[in-house]
């Protein structure tokens, strides 16, 4: 703490530095202009123009830089809000402390913000040294400054294809390092889900943490805890689907980040049978993330929670409860428990509950219910969380692979299932299953791939 007043206080009487500042071209850099979002592009060129400043900025940059598909596109400028809006056919001013504006053109959103000042001591922080409020409007230089590590510092005109670096940031990328802008410790401080980004970019990458900037995580990984539930979810599920799940969870153990994250993590990971589960779950989500297509968070959460629910389930179950409600309360159990940490919100938890609530409902095949379970939303997911748990030997891989080709099928395909279902004599699911084991098998890992849409997108 004292350090910290001591460095701010030799920064105000110096006056602080600003840093040097590169233009960087196209040779160098490598960024192919065809691979930019035109509406990115077209932002900026209005802008410009107008006689602002405008750059692509952030996570575009660094992911156009390294060959990789930008999520999406966001441009920084000196024009305000109130500048900007006009200029654009359909744009919206958005946020309430620091606003900024969104620029529309179909489906692209093009997030447009003006130049933010860092974090400065007049600053409202909490006891923590937490930034509040962070709402000031500032020069270009101040703008790199207060963005986090050097790496999302890099600002693309498209105008001349340079790229303007005020941290080295290009180099630290080609050399796939993670670096902080600033003091490490104070920026961890100001605001600790930098510690999550930094493993996250660190896996996605390939690269990895400066000393620097790691030395200070496993000391710091405690204020985590002080991070709102909202934040802190948001980040999680960036970090769940960034294709590279499993890698970001073990590296996440490795700097002791792990702890207050998804607070029953740990102990699902640590017990036998629960890490098999949710690597298998993480392994299906990176797979298709990588292969372009959607994860729904409710699934995700629904599978990362799954193996403390099977086991409270059980030990209901064994206490006398019956099936149904004792699946209800031990999911109302895990759920309190994690939604007071992780702000899981109300309409994923609903979903989770109902990809949980039908898992008992595929045990038996009554062709009157399984007409009604069609109808439910969550019906086609819930079909992929069942995969999943045959997958980890949960559940008969080949009533699995019925239930799915059920799900795949058409309606008079599902008809001319359910027909054949009928004509069988009663019997048990598994003596179902087995007297059936004739049909093509997948294997169990891939079972269930083949469907465009295991998924279902939010
Ligand atoms: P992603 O690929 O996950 O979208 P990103 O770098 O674009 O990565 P965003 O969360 O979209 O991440 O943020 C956009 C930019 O805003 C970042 O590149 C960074 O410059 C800045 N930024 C985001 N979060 C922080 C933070 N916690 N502290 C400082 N700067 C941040
Ligand atoms: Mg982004």
């Known amino acids: ?64 830089i390294v060959g990789l598909e930008p999520k999406d596109f966001d441009v920084a400028t000196n024009a305000t809000p109130e500048q900007i809006r006009p200029l ?45 409020r962070d709402n000031e409007f500032g020069t270009h230089a101040q703008d790199a400054a207060r963005r986090d590590f050097t790496i999302n510092a890099l600002y693309y005109n498209p105008t001349t294809q340079e790229v303007i670096d005020y941290h080295n940031g290009v180099e630290d990328l080609k050399a796939r390092s993670i670096k902080m802008i600033g003091d490490p410790r104070t920026r961890y401080r100001e605001d600790p889900v930098r510690m999550l980004r930094a493993v996250r970019f660190a896996v996605k990458l390939k690269g990895t943490i400066h000393p620097d900037t790691r030395a200070p995580l496993q000391s710091m990984a405690e204020l985590i805890e002080n991070v709102p539930a909202s934040r802190l979810f948001d980040e999680m599920l960036k970090l769940l689907t960034c294709g590279h799940a499993m890698d970001c969870l073990q590296q996440l153990r490795q700097d002791g980040l792990h702890q207050g994250i998804l607070p029953l993590l740990d102990v699902v990971l640590e017990q036998p049978g629960g890490e098999e589960f949710i690597e298998l779950a993480l392994e299906r989500t990176d797979h298709r993330i990588r292969s372009g297509k959607t994860v729904s968070p ?27 409600q004792a699946l209800m309360d031990a999911a109302d159990s895990v759920l309190d428990e994690q939604t007071e940490k992780l702000a899981i919100q109300k309409r994923f938890s609903a979903d989770m509950r109902e990809i949980w609530f039908m898992q008992p409902r595929f045990e038996k095949r009554l062709p009157k219910s399984i007409w009604r379970m069609f109808e439910q939303p969550r019906f086609r997911a819930s079909v992929d969380f069942l995969q999943l748990r045959a997958a980890a030997h949960q559940f008969d891989s080949v009533l699995a692979q019925w239930w799915m080709d059920l799900a795949n099928a058409d309606d008079a395909g599902r008809a001319a299932m359910l027909e054949e279902l009928s004509r069988l004599p009663k019997e048990t699911s598994t003596t ?23 998924v279902a997108p939010e």
């Not at 202009?33 to 996570?59: D, P, T």
């Not at 692209?108 to 006891?127: G, H, K, L, V």
């Not at 997948?442 to 469907?451: D, W």
Request: net charge positive; charged share 25%; proline share 4%.
């Open 298 to 324: 409710s699934f995700l959460f629904a599978a990362l929670l799954w193996h403390q629910v099977d086991l409270r389930w059980k030990k209901r179950i064994q206490a006398g409860t019956p099936s149904i």
């Open 88 to 132: 654009f056919r359909r744009a919206r001013i958005i946020g309430r402390r620091f606003q900024l504006v969104h620029v529309v053109f179909g489906q692209e959103i093009i997030e447009t913000s003006t130049f933010r000042a860092p974090a400065s001591e007049s600053q409202a922080t909490d006891d923590h040294g937490r930034i509040l």
């Open 432 to 454: 179902a299953a087995r007297s059936r084991s004739r049909r093509r098998r997948r294997s169990p890992t891939t079972g269930g791939e083949h469907t465009d849409n295991p």
């Open 1 to 64: 703490m004292i350090t910290d007043t001591l460095k701010r206080f030799v920064g105000k009487l110096f006056g602080q530095q600003p840093p040097a500042m590169r233009r960087i071209g196209s040779s160098k850099h490598g960024i192919d202009r065809r691979n930019v979002s035109r509406h990115a592009i077209k932002v900026c060129e209005v802008l410009q123009h107008e006689g602002f400043q405008a750059y692509i900025v952030g996570g575009a940059v660094r992911d156009l």
